[in-house]
């Protein structure tokens, strides 16, 4: 399997095919970030990062982890889709690509399914609930699975903000599923 720093340096080199499948092998990811900050949104969102983000590479510095980059942009214009949209009140969070434990869910009792998918649900609903700063930051951490250094390369920030977002982001997370169970 060709790297990311190998399809990198081919794409800077003029070879759109190398650039394509840097982006489809980081594309289920992005959609991923882009739904749970844009919701609806996220697909457009991911189209025009991939646009600028082929428009930039020249501004990616060799080396450096190629996925990080690539979902800062993806962050930064479902950030702005989310805002311009101003339906903040009604996000709606889609998680397209089937991971291994919806896979596996549809395999358990109808009972056990619908659980899981309850279960799922409230959390993206009170991770829809967050602030945009302690969403992005769930977004890339848990959802994009990015170590919280590669979170903090995303986000510009350093890794002991990104430690304590995260921390804030959970607490109110738990915060607000206690909340829908006693209520």
């Known amino acids: 399997m060709i790297s990311d ?38 697909e457009d969102a991911v189209q025009e990062a991939m646009v600028k983000a082929f428009r930039h590479l020249e501004r990616f ?50 009972e056990d399914g619908a659980l899981a998918m309850e279960q799922r649900d409230r959390l993206l609903a009170a991770v829809g609930g967050l602030s945009d700063r302690d ?10 699975g ?8 995303a986000l510009g920030c350093p890794l002991g903000t990104v430690k304590s977002r995260l921390s804030r982001a959970i607490e109110r997370l738990r915060d607000a599923l206690r909340e829908e169970v006693v209520t």
């Not at 003029?14 to 992005?30: I, K, P, W, Y």
């Not at 990080?68 to 889609?94: G, M, T």
Request: include cysteine.
């Open 61 to 110: 510095r060799p080396g450096s982890a190629f996925r990080p980059w690539f979902l800062a942009i993806v962050a930064n214009e479902a950030r702005n889709r989310r805002r311009s949209s101003s339906r903040q009140d009604a996000v709606s969070l889609k998680l397209r690509a089937r991971t291994g434990s919806e896979h596996a869910a549809w395999e358990r009792s109808a």
């Open 135 to 144: 969403r992005e930051v769930v977004a890339l951490r848990f959802f994009a």
């Open 146 to 153: 990015l170590t919280e250094a590669e979170t903090g390369d």
């Open 5 to 42: 720093h190998e399809l990198v340096a081919s794409a800077r080199a003029g070879d759109t095919d190398a650039f394509c499948a840097l982006l489809e092998r980081h594309r289920v990811v992005a959609l991923r970030v882009g739904y749970t900050i844009a919701g609806r949104d996220a």
